[in-house]
Nanobody
Framework: QVQLVESGGGLVQPGGSLRLSCAAS????????MGWYRQPPGNQREFVSA???????NYADSVKGRFTISRDNAKNTVYLQMNSLKPEDTGVYYC?????????WGQGTQVTVSS
């Protein structure tokens, strides 16, 4: 089983930046894909970005060119650099990881983009 802990959320003005981190522990050796989802207020959880163990990345169209996902395998941590933030980026951001056929999720971190 994999445990995930997110950090780095907060309140930021439109156009600002935030960097989210997600640290993995537990059965980390078999983790292949790690990624980020978000849940805007009153909406369903949606895909944001993912990265494989060899660095192949994927992004939702709504964040392409603004968000960058990266991974430090030595630290078992995945990051999400978010630039040019918009009010519609507001939501709870969740980290997930795929290991041994099972998806694990973090508890989420709140991101609020507002002036």
């Amino acid at each position: 089983q994999v445990q995930l802990v997110e950090s780095g959320g907060g309140l930021v003005q439109p156009g600002g930046s935030l960097r989210l981190s997600c640290a993995a522990s537990g059965s980390i050796f078999s983790i292949n894909v790690m990624g980020w989802y978000r849940q805007p207020p009153g909406n369903q959880r949606e895909f944001v970005s993912a990265i494989t163990g060899v660095g192949i990345t994927n992004y939702a169209d709504s964040v392409k060119g603004r968000f960058t996902i990266s991974r430090d395998n030595a630290k078992n941590t995945v990051y999400l650099q978010m630039n040019s933030l918009k009010p519609e980026d507001t939501g709870v951001y969740y980290c997930n990881a795929h290991s041994n056929g099972i998806w694990s999720w973090g508890q989420g971190t709140q991101v609020t983009v507002s002036s």
